[in-house]
């Protein structure tokens, strides 16, 4: 159980165009999902906090207009990157935290690999 | 702000050693998890400790965690080159009102032969 997926796993796109990634919990329903960037050989850092139903919080520096974020359902949160540039290929992790479970989960995508050309 | 340092960065080991990772953090935290990533894949939930004095084990790996030292180390025994890695150790804080884990930058771990 507890299993979050991501699609697509892996996208190249144009600069200058947008991709939508989506993450989705199959098993289990989320209140809340995480959006990680990973940049080669270093950690995640967190992006933004998306709770279902409402705006997504995004941490310091992060532009909301830039990096869109739905969580129009319990079980479906999606990240967009609008106007798309090379600096923003990365490595884009979602996580989602059990809605009325324990407060200790979060479990976490398989990743998508985002390449800007 | 919350710092989550870990050490060492990167660790070659022969199989068979053993080893630990640390993992301190400088504000309070309830909560602390280890994390193992292979390489272009996700994250892999190791362990979470909760309390001061948790000792948490699964086979070649064992997790502690000293809330007064804001430490947790990571014990690897014997290890075997299955366990080359890269293991993150990540703090849970509450910003606004929401929680948010913060990592530290990961420790690279490679077992040869």
């Known amino acids: 159980g507890a299993v979050v997926s991501q699609h697509p796993s892996r996208v190249i796109c144009k600069s200058g165009t947008s991709v939508k990634i989506e993450c989705r919990s199959l098993?289990?329903?989320?209140?809340?999902m995480f959006w990680y960037r990973q940049f080669p050989k270093q950690s995640l850092m967190l992006m933004a906090t998306s709770n279902e139903g409402s705006k997504a919080t995004y941490e310091q520096g992060v532009e909301k207009d830039k990096f869109l974020i739905n969580h129009a359902s319990l079980t479906l949160s999606t990240l967009t990157v609008t106007s798309a540039h090379p600096e923003d290929s990365s490595f884009y992790i979602c996580?989602?935290?059990?809605?009325?479970?324990?407060?200790?989960?979060?479990?976490f995508g398989p990743g998508t690999r985002l390449t800007v050309t | 702000e919350l710092k989550v340092e870990q050490n060492p960065l990167f660790l070659s080991m022969q199989e068979g050693k053993n080893y630990t990772i640390y993992c301190n953090y400088s504000?309070?935290?309830?909560?602390l998890y280890w994390y193992r990533q292979d390489p272009g894949k996700s994250l892999e939930s190791l362990f979470v400790?909760?309390?001061?004095?948790a000792v948490k084990q699964e086979g070649r790996l064992m997790a502690s965690l000293d809330t007064k030292a804001r430490l947790s180390t990571l014990h690897i025994t014997a290890a075997v080159h299955d366990l080359s890695a890269t293991y993150f150790c990540a703090v849970v804080i509450t910003q606004g009102g929401s929680e948010k884990l913060v990592f530290g930058k990961g420790t690279k771990l490679t077992v040869n032969p």
């Open positions: 098993d289990f329903q989320a209140t809340t």
């Open positions: 400790l909760l309390s001061n004095g």
């Open positions: 996580s989602a935290r059990v809605a009325g479970g324990s407060r200790y989960e979060q479990y």
């Open positions: 504000t309070t935290s309830d909560r």
